[in-house]
Every structure is written in C-alpha cells, then in structure tokens.
DNA sequence: CCGCAAACGTGAGTAATCCTCATATTTGCA
DNA sequence: TGCAAATATGAGGATTACTCACGTTTGCGG
C-alpha cells in the first residue's frame, strides 16, 4: 500500500537542511526568510511564493535561502510545523481538566470557535492547511498532528464511558477531529454566514456523538 | 514548482480552449489525449505528468494537445468532469425512489460503499480530489458537484420530516455529503483497516443524523 | 472536379522558475 | 594571530508549461 502515489510529488519526505544554523546570525537569517515567506504566503499564496522572492524580500542571497531551507516544500512545513505545536499546546489545556459530560460540551464548543476564528484570521495557516492534500509531506504533519489532538479527545472519552470500547472511542475522537478540519476548511471556502452555519451544524453533530450515546 | 499541482494561474478560471473540435479526426484524438492523461495519472499522479508525456503516448504533438486542452488544469478538470457527471447520476438514481426512513438508511448505506470501492478502486479520481483543495476551478466543480449531490440527500429529508426547518435540513445534508467526501479522501490515505473502520463509524453517524432526531 | 478558406497538425523555441555550485567572506577558537 | 569551519553569494544549469509561425488536411460552394 505505500507506492500509492496519490500525491504523485516526488517521495514525500522533506529533505533535510544542507546545514543546520549553528551561529546567532544565521538563526537570525532563517527567521527573516521563513518571516519573509510568511508574509509573501499572506499576500498572494504559497503556490505563487517565488523563492528570489523570499531572498529579496529576507534581505538575503538565493543561494543563503537553499543553504538552510533546502527546498520550497521545506519552508512551508516549517511554517506549518509552528502552527501545529502552538495550537496542540491550546488544544491540550482546553481538554486535560475536563472531567463531565458538561464540561467537554463546554470545552469542545469552545474550542471549535477558537479554531474557526483562528483560521478566519490566518490567511497563511489558511493558505497551508488548504494545499495540505496536495503534498505527501504536510498530509503526514496534518495527520500526525490530528492523532495527536484527537487523542485529548479520547482520553477524556475514555474518561466518561469507562465500559465502551476503546478502538471504537479513538476512531470516534479522530473522526470528529478530522471532521472538524474539513468543515474549517469547507467553511472559509464559501460565503461567511453559510460557513457559520456549518460550523454550528458540525459542532452540533460532533456533540452528540461525543456526549450522547 | 513542488508545491504545485495544477496550478499556474491566479484566477480559477479554466482557460476556455483556442478551438473546439469539429472534425471527427480532432474529436478522437482529443479523446487519446485524455486516455493518455488519464494513464498517466494513474501511473504517476497528476503532479507528475508531464505535458510532453502526454502528447508523447496519445500519439500527437505537443502543439495538437494545446489545441484543445489550452493548460493542464484543462486536462485534470475534463477528466474530474467525467467522473462527476457519472457518479451524480448514480446518486439520483439511488436516492430518487427512497419514501421512508428505513429506505434512506439503505440506500445511504449502499451509497457510502459503492463510493469508498469507486475510491479505493480508481487512482485517477482518487488523486484528482486529493489535489482538489490546491485548485480553485477544481474546488469549485467539487463544491458545485457536492451541492447537487446533497440536494439529492435534501429532497429525502424534506419528505421525510416536513415539519423541519428547510434551511436546516440543507445545511445538514450538504456537510453530510461534504464529510462523506472528507472521510473517503481520509480513508484512502491510512491503513487499509482503519480506513474500512472510519468509513464505518462515518456512516454510523450520518445515519444517526439523517434517520433519528 | 476545382479552388480555397477554415480547421487542423507540428515541434523548435521562449519564458519562468526551482535549485546548484564554485568561489568569496566571516566567525570562532586553539 | 592563524586557520578550519561556517556562512554568504549570484550567475548559471536544468526542467517544464506553453507559444507561434508555418505546413497539411478537410469540407464545401460553384
């Protein structure tokens, strides 16, 4: 099953640096490029981000860019990757202290507003997460990243139907939280008050899933 | 261009094509251009197709292929066309004569597993809805096929539960659809086993919403 | 059957872009 | 201070989607 080739781009895997930034100045280059390719993305997309751009834009030189972001893939997944560990941080307090059926409600709704105004208000996150399906790389951080989240959900799960079946309570949790993903991304992609909607029809939906039975 | 799938252009507009073939030769051949691409992404994905490549195996030259197909996203979208136009008509059928709750529950469930084996079983659709989010004009076929196909799901409902708030039911079937859509492209890419057991639980809990209230 | 305009076919060439590499400069340290 | 390792540079290699000027075939009015 793994030749499957869906993406079709090349093997997937992101290629390492050619050096890692060891000096104060080089550190300090890669956050002016990496800041730079952000602010591109925020503008005009990553499928249109030029990579001279990134340099010209980071003050630096074409061949500086390529010596610690070894290719374009590798600046978006870098971007993504901050993304993911700030928001599994939220992700991780708004779950840990639940500990009633009425408290994961509360948490659970909370959170999808949180993430929804989070993607209305980040055209880069927007911009990644929208082209995640395209690139084998960022398909595996956004899947990594949605296990990890959706186990929070588990625990509290397994937490408040201690005699279900735990295979059945993960697949749920990861369900939901892959749902949710999708409805994000469904959401922002048409008009705003059709997209508050389905955000209110998911949250309702997961809701019952995870509260009822 | 790694990140790029179809991409190219800013607006989502396919190029509409410099000719439109009149000639039984020209319609032939457009169709082994297609057959061609249609290989190619199967073998490689659409990523990995080379324009020249396939001119090369269709048997024509480079320059017969942007007769009619004016892009590569004109490849990928004709062929996606297909695909939808097919599949909504198996949709119609199979949703058109349902009249009870128990009948919806069948024909749903029918319809969730003749999808999950088109998508496992065709790499081509396969890769081309994968690539969906990067491509506007891609996203919108998807968005327009998804909204046809839900108001299939919508016209049950609403013989089913007259009493509902209509507005209500479309949001309703429309992210059920979308979910659907979202679960299969989810399935796909992990395990055989845990895909079979997500497309389950995803079926569980649309039926939930579509039979029960 | 002829003439001819429109449709069709061709492939070398263009432009855009990702990325490399030989070379120059700077830094940290013995 | 001297020197190896780290860093910086940008012209150029390689790839690829797409164009265009010109040759060929088809259908059709007379």
Request: glycine content about 6%; hydrophobic content about 45%; overall charge negative.
């Amino acid at each position: 099953m793994e030749g499957s080739t869906v993406s079709g781009s090349q093997d997937g895997q992101i290629a390492s640096p050619r050096r890692t930034p060891s000096q104060q100045r080089s550190r300090e280059r890669v956050e002016r490029m990496l800041a730079a390719a952000s602010a591109l993305i925020a503008e005009q997309g990553s499928d249109a981000m030029r990579m001279g751009e990134v340099a010209k834009r980071a003050g630096v030189s074409i061949g500086s860019l390529y010596q610690f972001l070894p290719d374009k893939r590798a600046i978006i997944w870098a971007l993504a990757e901050r993304y993911t560990a700030e928001s599994q941080a939220c992700i991780a307090a708004a779950l840990a202290e639940v500990s009633d059926a009425e408290g994961l409600c509360r948490a659970f709704s909370e959170l999808v507003d949180t993430y929804y105004a989070l993607f209305l208000a980040e055209p880069v996150m927007r911009d990644i997460w929208s082209g995640t399906q395209a690139d084998k790389a960022l398909r595996d951080l956004e899947l990594a990243d949605s296990r990890a989240n959706a186990e929070f959900l588990t625990a509290v799960l397994k937490k408040l139907r201690p005699s279900a079946d735990p295979a059945a309570l993960e697949t749920t949790a990861f369900l939901i939280w892959q749902m949710g993903e999708a409805t994000m991304r469904l959401a922002i992609s048409v008009e705003r008050q059709e997209g508050d909607r389905l955000v209110a029809a998911y949250k309702r939906m997961a809701l019952r899933e995870l509260v009822d039975r």
